[in-house]
C-alpha cells in the first residue's frame, strides 16, 4: 500500500523500476524485494531501511540508542522484537506473551498487537546501495534485520544487530549500511586460556547457497549443506546446544554428516529439511511449533519422527511467528504449531505440536509461506 495504511484487498506496490521482481520476503515490519538485475528495493519501518540520513534522524528522535554495542545478553532478558526485555508467560490460557517497553523506544507496543507510528516508516521502495558489482539472488527478513544472498555466494546485512543476527561478532545495534557477513571465511573461534593458541574450523563448503532469518536470528546453508546460525539464543534457536546468543555465523555441529537442503526460521524457533527430506526442528516450543509432541524447548535440532511424517519426503519449509509447514515431495502439505487465527488450515483454532495433515480438495500444492500470524499456499489444479 503506497498510503502506508491498512489494505483489504491485494494492490499493485510500484517499484521505481522496469525490471521484473523475481525474489521478495516480508518481515514484520518491513519488505524487501530482487529484480531480475540483481537490484534489492525495500520498504517498511524506516529503522529496517539503509540510509545514514534516516538513522541520524532516529537517534536525533530518540528512538534508539546510539551506542553501538549492547551489553545486555539476550540470555539474561528476553527480548521482543520491538527491542526490550520481555517477560514470557508460558502458560497458553493466560494469553499472550507480555512485553515489557523498551525504555529507548517509547509509546511503542508489544510486537503482536502494535502498528508503529507512520513517522517510522517510508511506504515507497528505496534502492539499497550494494555497491558496484554486487548481484543479489535472494533475500530473507526478520523481525528489524535483512539478509541479502549475492550470486557470487556472499552474504549481506544490515538493520538491527543487537543479538548478533547479523553475524559481525558485535551486538552492534544498528547498521545502517549492507555489510558482508563472514560465513566461509572463519567460524566460531575455539575458547580457551590467553597462552593457548585460538582454533579455527574450517567450514564446509565454498559459498553459502540459502538464508532465512528469524526475529531475531538468522540461519545459512552452504553448497555442502553445512547449517551456520547466529544471533538471539535464548530458546536455543541457533541449535547449539546452550541458551547463549551466537554473535558469529557458527555450524551446528550436531548436523555434521548431514546435508541440509531448506531452512526456514520463527519468531523463536528454527526448522531444517535435509536432502534425504528428513527435517529437523530447534528452538522455542511453547505452542507445539517444532511439531515433536511435547512443548519442551529443544536446543539441539531434534528429528521430526511423527507417524504422519513416515516414508514423506519434505522438500519446502516455511515458519510463521509460532507456526510451521512442510510440503511433501508427493504434494501433501503438512502443519503445526499455534493455531489462534486457524493459520494452521485443520479447520478450527487448536494448537498442534505435531505434524498434521492440510486437506488440500482438488488442488496440487506447489509452495507454502507463512507470515506471522497466517499461511499462504500456493497450488496448481489438475487438469
Known amino acids: 500500500m503506497t498510503s502506508g495504511k491498512h489494505g483489504e484487498t491485494p494492490e499493485p506496490f510500484p517499484l521505481p523500476t522496469e525490471a521484473s521482481v523475481l525474489k521478495a520476503a516480508?518481515?514484520?515490519?518491513?519488505?524487501?524485494?530482487?529484480?531480475?538485475?540483481?537490484?534489492?528495493?525495500?520498504?517498511?519501518?524506516k529503522e529496517c531501511i539503509p540510509s545514514e540520513k534516516i538513522v541520524r534522524d532516529l537517534v536525533a528522535g530518540g528512538i534508539f540508542q546510539t551506542d553501538s554495542t549492547d551489553q545486555v545478553s539476550g540470555k539474561a532478558q528476553g527480548s521482543n522484537l520491538i527491542g526490550?526485555?520481555?517477560?514470557?508467560?508460558?502458560?497458553?490460557?493466560?494469553?499472550?506473551?507480555?512485553?515489557k517497553r523498551r525504555k529507548i523506544a517509547p509509546a511503542k507496543q508489544e510486537l503482536d498487537s502494535s502498528t508503529p507510528g507512520d513517522e517510522l516508516f517510508t511506504v515507497s521502495a528505496c534502492l539499497v546501495n550494494m555497491g558496484p558489482g554486487v548481484r543479489i539472488s535472494t533475500v530473507a527478513a526478520g523481525g528489524r534485520h535483512t539478509l541479502a544472498l549475492s550470486d557470487m555466494g556472499q552474504v549481506w546485512g544490515w538493520g538491527y544487530g543487537g543479538e548478533g543476527q547479523l553475524g559481525l561478532g558485535?551486538?552492534?545495534?544498528?547498521?545502517a549500511t549492507p555489510h558482508v557477513i563472514p560465513c566461509i571465511e572463519q567460524s566460531a573461534l575455539g575458547k580457551g586460556s590467553m597462552s593457548s593458541s585460538t582454533q579455527v574450523s574450517k567450514v564446509p563448503g565454498s559459498y553459502v547457497k540459502g538464508i532465512a532469518c528469524g526475529g531475531r536470528h538468522s540461519a545459512v546453508i552452504t553448497d555442502a549443506g553445512a547449517l551456520l546460525t547466529f544471533g538471539w539464543g535464548l530458546?536455543?534457536?541457533?541449535?547449539?546446544?546452550?541458551?547463549?546468543?551466537?554473535?558469529?555465523?557458527?555450524?551446528v555441529s550436531s548436523l555434521?554428516?548431514?546435508?541440509?537442503?531448506?531452512?526456514?526460521?520463527?519468531?523463536?524457533?528454527?526448522i531444517c529439511i535435509t536432502v534425504e527430506g528428513h527435517v529437523y526442528a530447534f528452538g522455542g516450543n511453547q505452542f507445539g511449533q517444532l511439531g515433536t509432541g511435547a512443548e519442551q524447548a529443544e536446543t539441539l535440532p531434534r528429528l521430526l519422527d511423527a507417524p504422519s511424517l513416515e516414508s514423506k519426503h519434505a522438500k519446502i519449509v516455511s515458519c510463521g511467528a509460532r507456526h510451521s509447514t512442510i510440503l511433501t515431495e508427493d504434494g501433501k502439505l503438512f502443519s503445526w504449531g499455534w493455531n489462534k487465527y486457524g493459520q494452521l488450515g485443520l479447520g478450527d483454532s487448536a494448537d498442534r505440536n505435531i505434524p498434521s495433515l492440510v486437506s488440500i480438495d482438488g488442488s496440487l500444492p506447489t509452495n507454502v509461506a507463512c507470515g506471522w500470524w497466517h499461511t499462504l499456499l500456493l497450488a496448481e489444479r489438475p487438469l
Do not use: F
Open 84 to 99: 526490550g526485555p520481555v517477560s514470557h508467560v508460558d502458560n497458553k490460557k493466560a494469553g499472550e506473551e507480555i512485553g
Open 256 to 270: 555434521s554428516g548431514k546435508q541440509v537442503e531448506k531452512v526456514a526460521a520463527g519468531l523463536w524457533h528454527t
Open 170 to 175: 558485535t551486538r552492534v545495534k544498528m547498521v
Open 235 to 251: 530458546y536455543g534457536q541457533c541449535g547449539q546446544g546452550t541458551n547463549n546468543d551466537q554473535l558469529r555465523p557458527t555450524c
Open 26 to 45: 516480508a518481515g514484520w515490519a518491513h519488505c524487501v524485494s530482487v529484480t531480475e538485475m540483481g537490484e534489492v528495493y525495500t520498504w517498511g519501518w
